[in-house]
């Protein structure tokens, strides 16, 4: 195996992210121009957000659905901010069959082309909406609260690993409510479990607000976002929750009677997170040696090393090795051992520094000895020398501590590049220089949007409160603080 | 909400099968032709197919990783006898982009084309197999043992749901050997772990073997393959694990240098379960008054019905259902109570029989007064009184009567409709006249398969043996013994 290097991040930060992902096995580009391969210890990631954001949804009164990845073309044509928002990046079946010419060589059959082209789903509010349109008759069928783990398609020309891919996994909540005031208290609840989970397992801060005009969802009232702040103080927008108001129920025709037998349009949400959120991960966390994770992110928590040279050696590492591999588990710590016998010791801690496993326990002869183990954080490369009977307890405070600096360490450069700043000319000139969010007084509008990130390049993240102030851009009374920043 | 009439199976067994599905609101059609919508009921069951089969597959050491949907025309024309298999029911994207014209229609850009056209996957042999190929470079990168859980199109002209739609979703396994024992090894592994999921959880009785060379997998060495007998007798194929060979090896290159530094093609399997396990569960269990679920497959197993009619009484009861539903809780056993207060008691009985919920208790005023309840097994329709008190212990033991006794009742069923026969003659007259597994000898050949079709509609399932015989159609001697039936 060869040992590659990992571009420093101040060297060159794009090819940092890229070295990263490839040196801990997360994924790849595949032979499909802009869809990418998720390899097991990437895919393992989604799975922790499955399994902990799928639980939260649940929790949360949603149940999930699959619905068709097909979308007729006519379907996409019923709301029309939606159709602009994705016609442009659709991948189109337009044929059901390959056949074989006289050369020998596949070929599309041109006898088997569709009498309607269907796109592949690009987001599922146009195919769930028209069984929406037949689910409610009542106001007892309210709400519906669904949500669909699923693959989506949006055809795209720069593309990147995890972040921006044609391809990419997500899930997607969809809900339809009575009034207006249970959709948005719905796309607040749900704007919420985003921010829980986001902060509370991948140990990443984020700021969270309504979207602008120019930023929201087509074919949305309102888009509320959750941007993270990445290590080269870019925004990410790592999630969306979306008051749709009622403009879908009137494209689709969903109503219900009410109590008094009158007839409503619905009122309805949907929200969505999808594997960009990993894109998140490895860049708010890791550093110049590979990937770092936070424990609760991390399906193998703890590493555990044995060194030696003799079998003799050997056979008494392994032993304890074993002891404290079980002892840990019956913690709830997941924990492996690294038995490879054609490998160095250097070799493996490099292997698993890269991997951002949180924990690596060194055991030799000598350890064995004293009854002490090495125990190193991958976070801070802290080493401490640790008896074989308090590892266990050590261990289990080390999991909360590291997920808790973690989160402090983000938290802290958050802040550290967040600015205040109230004049356009300051704003221009700390984008020409930096990198970095920017809070300013802004009299939203989507001109002086356009304006500004042509001037600038940054764009609104979102609204993040209510105060008095100059607009930014035209030196007016302003009452709504933004959030401003360069996105991915 | 209107009372619908489940059509007997006696009656029209193919409208029983939709009218099950309908009423236990598991699954619809969707506008989009041969795809289904996948609704909560119907997705919780195969989120427990994925949480039993899935943790079955990782104990058996294999990880989940994800392929990109889309497949290149040239990457599926590798394997020539794959292609063959395939290409016939492929959906073609052929466009990336939607536009509108100047009627503000949404039109294909005919700009968009794509060089190459790509497919959506049918499988993932292919896509996979060029990754493997850059992956495995040394016998120390074997085994690979992946699995993916994903959509699939196979363009349907007849579709029927859960058991034939043009998408559907399942996982397949994909593996990567050093040599042709260990894949053997695996493909036989795999068909145990799918035997051992659907027998234990879902309570489907299985015959499992070898399939024939006319129904083999195209491009495997050998195909096994799990097959259940539906309650028409008709026999539906619930999974299959393929010996791929070296096939794939060489079409792709995926070749390792083993111990003595040698170059070896690698040796493969692959192995596949989808949504069509719902249609065997439901085609299995069910009867005439709906849905029938086993307590493993079923999201609610015990769903409580207070019973009620002035308020006073309506508060007593409640509260006793209330603390009834935490102690079954307690004991892990998951609990709903239905406190529609807009439903009679018998719509709601009629409601939960036809979702298949294994266990519902009844509590009105007057068991309340003798602290009893009226306990109530879906499969058998039998009713017990049971002390407060004992309804845990009673519940709990009943789960795991239900669980057995629904097994063995198809287990039975099975068992009665399998017969031996011995001459072709008595094989023709069966299936003219009836349905069910038939075990003969038979001497396989493609040729043959073909004509026992024609003349009967039944074809081979499985191998299920060996011995000394009379081939069924030649009447020659033979020493394999196969089960036939008509299959779905």
């Known amino acids: 195996m060869k040992k590659e290097r990992i571009t420093p991040r101040g060297e060159n930060y794009s090819q940092w992210y890229l070295d990263v992902i490839r040196e801990a096995d997360l994924a790849e580009n595949s032979i499909v121009r802009g869809c990418m391969v998720i390899k097991p210890n990437g895919y393992a990631l989604w799975e922790k957000i499955q399994e902990n954001l799928g639980r939260m949804i649940k929790e949360t009164g949603h149940r999930n659905v699959y619905f068709p990845i097909f979308i007729p073309k006519s379907l996409l044509n019923k709301e029309a901010e939606h159709v602009e928002g994705f016609a442009k990046e659709s991948a189109v079946v337009t044929h059901h ?53 699923s693959n989506i398609v949006r055809w795209e020309m720069r593309t990147r690993l995890f972040l921006r891919t044609s391809e990419f996994l997500w899930q997607e909540g969809h809900t339809a409510h009575a009034t207006h005031d249970e959709a948005e208290e719905e796309a607040l609840k749900m704007l919420k479990v985003y921010k829980d989970f986001v902060e509370e397992y991948m140990a990443v801060p984020l700021i969270s607000g309504e979207k602008s005009e120019g930023e929201k ?16 103080c870019k925004a990410l927008q790592a999630g969306t ?7 879908f129920a009137k494209a689709f025709d969903i109503t219900y009677l009410d109590k008094n037998n ?5 009122w309805q949400t949907s929200w969505g997170a999808s594997t960009r959120l990993i894109g998140a991960l490895i860049m708010t966390h890791s550093d110049d040696r590979g990937l770092v994770l936070p424990p609760k992110m991390s399906e193998t928590q703890v ?21 404290i591999e079980s002892d840990l588990q019956k913690e709830g710590i997941s924990t492996s051992t690294d038995y490879r016998d054609y490998l160095t010791p250097g070799f493996k801690f490099n292997d698993w520094e890269k991997k951002g496993i949180p924990v690596r326990i060194e055991i030799g002869p000598k350890d064995v000895e004293k009854k002490k183990a090495v125990v190193c954080r991958r976070d801070t490369n802290e080493k401490k020398s640790v008896e074989f009977k308090n590892i266990p307890k050590n261990v289990k405070n080390l999991m909360e501590d590291i997920q808790s600096d973690m989160f402090k360490k983000a938290k802290n450069f958050l802040n550290d590049n967040t600015h205040e700043i109230e004049n356009f000319e ?11 969010f920017v809070k300013a007084f802004w009299n939203q509008s989507k001109e002086s949007e356009g304006e500004i990130k042509y001037a600038t390049g940054a764009s609104s993240r979102c609204l993040i409160g209510e105060g008095n102030g100059k607009c930014i851009f035209t030196g007016k009374p302003a009452k709504q603080k933004w959030v401003f920043g360069i996105g991915y």
């Not at 007892?140 to 669909?148: A, E, G, K, V």
């Not at 929750?241 to 403009?247: A, E, F, P, V």
């Not at 300051?426 to 970095?436: L, M």
Request: charge should be positive; aromatic fraction near 10%.
């Open 97 to 149: 069959r390959l056949k074989l010419n006289s050369r020998k060589e596949l070929m599309v059959d041109p006898a088997s082309r569709l009498e309607e082209e269907v796109i592949v789903r690009p987001t599922s509010e146009t195919i769930m909406y028209d069984s929406f349109a037949r689910w409610v008759t009542s106001y007892r069928d309210l709400p519906i609260l669904i949500n669909q783990w």
């Open 217 to 232: 969802f087509p074919g949305a009232l309102r888009t509320y976002t959750i941007e993270a702040m990445m290590q080269d």
């Open 241 to 247: 929750s979306h008051n749709l108001g009622d403009n």
């Open 262 to 266: 009158e007839k409503k349009y619905v």
């Open 303 to 323: 590493v555990i090393i044995p060194i030696w040279k003799t079998q003799e050696e050997r056979k008494s590492v392994e032993k304890v090795c074993s002891k």
């Open 426 to 436: 300051d704003f221009k000139d700390f984008f020409k220089n930096k990198r970095g």
